[in-house]
C-alpha cells in the first residue's frame, strides 16, 4: 500500500456509498439489496421475461445486445456516481465484479460500450 493509500484511509476512510458503515464502498448488506436482473431475461435486450426468449415484445429498436446487472435505479446511480463523479475507485471495482459475475460475456470480437 502507498503512503498516499495510507494517509487517504486514514483521512477519509472508506464508507458504504448507501449507508455510511465504515470498511467498504458497498457493504453486503446495501450490495444484496440493489435490483438485480433475474437470470430469465430477454436474450437481446436483457430486460426480465417471465420465460426465456431470444427476443421480447420490449426489445429497442437497433439493439443488437444489452446486459445489464441490476436496474438502473437511485441505488445504482449513486454507485456509478461514486466512482465517475467522486473518483472512488473501489465502487468501480464492485460494479465491475458484478457485471462480470450476473452478465453474459459478449461474443468474441464484439466491442463494449458502457452505458451510463
Known sequence: ???????????????CVWCGTPGNVACAACLASLAWVPA?????????T???AARCAEC????????????????AASLVAAFKD??????ASVAGRAM????RPPPP????VPVP
Not at 467522486?86 to 465502487?91: E, M, Q, V
Request: aromatic share 2%; charged share 20%; net charge positive.
Open 40 to 48: 430469465c431475461r430477454c436474450g437481446r435486450c436483457g430486460m426480465p
Open 60 to 75: 429497442p429498436p437497433g439493439v443488437a445486445r444489452a446486459e445489464q446487472a441490476c436496474a438502473y435505479d437511485r441505488r
Open 50 to 52: 417471465p420465460v426465456p
Open 86 to 91: 467522486r473518483g472512488r475507485a473501489s465502487a
Open 1 to 15: 500500500m502507498s503512503l498516499a493509500s495510507l494517509v487517504t484511509d486514514l483521512l477519509a476512510p472508506e464508507a
Open 109 to 112: 470480437g464484439v466491442p463494449l
Open 100 to 103: 462480470a459475475v450476473r452478465c
